[in-house]
C-alpha cells in the first residue's frame, strides 16, 4: 500500500478460490453446495458512503501499523479521480476493497488493497484488481502502479500474477524503517 504523504503532499497540506470440491452424495453435497454461496463475491463501486465499513476492514487487513486514518479514506472516497472497488458477501457485507486514484501525470496509482483474512486465497484480490484496471482503462490511464512492502511476499506474488514487474526499490518507505518496492504495469 501506499504512504500519501511521501507520494501526494497536497492530501496533507491543508491539514489503497478455492472451490469446495463437490461430494457426490447426498448431504456432503449440500454443505459443499453452502460452502460455494458463501464464496460468491459481487464487486461493486466503493464510495464515501462505505466510508466506515472500510476503514474498520483496512484495520483488519494492516495490522502493522500502516493502516489508513479515516480522513485519508474520506478524501481518497470523495475524490472525483478516485477509482475503488468493494467485494461483498451475499448478504451484503464487504470483504474487501481496492482504493485507485487517477494521478495527475494520468497513471493508475492503486493506493490500498486488503481481504479479509477469513476471505483470502479465494481469487478475491485478483477480482478487484482486475476489476480497477478496466475502471482506468475507462479515464485513459495507460500505465497502473502501486506500492508493496519488500517483505510481503504473498501481495507481490499477486502483483506478478497479474502482470506488474518491479522497477524500484524504496528505501526506508514504512514508517517502521520498512523498505518498499514499486510495482508497474501496463494496461494499454
Ligand atoms: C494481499 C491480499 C490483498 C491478497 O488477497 P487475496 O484475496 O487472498 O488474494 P487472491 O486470492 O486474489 O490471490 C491470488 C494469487 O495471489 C497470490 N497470493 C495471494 N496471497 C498470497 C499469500 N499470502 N502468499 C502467497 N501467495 C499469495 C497467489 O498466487 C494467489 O493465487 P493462489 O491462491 O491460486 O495461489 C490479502 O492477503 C491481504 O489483504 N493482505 C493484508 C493487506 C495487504 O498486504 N495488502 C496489500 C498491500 S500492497
Redesign the pocket.
Known sequence: ?AVLKKIRSRLFSSG???GEETDPEGEASAAGAAQDARWRYDVRPLTAAQLDECWRLDHR??VDGEAYSRETFEYLLTSPESVSYRAVTPDGTMV?FIVGIVEPDQTGHIT????APE?????????MLLKVEEGFRRRGVRITR????SV????Q??YL?LGFAVTQRLPRYYSNGGDGLLMVKSIV
Open positions: 500500500m489503497a478460490g478455492h487487513c494492516f474487501g490500498t488493497l486488503g481481504v476471505h483470502r486465497r479465494r481469487g478475491v484480490a485478483r477480482r502501486l506500492e508493496v512492502r510481503n511476499a504473498g501481495a506474488d499477486l500474477k
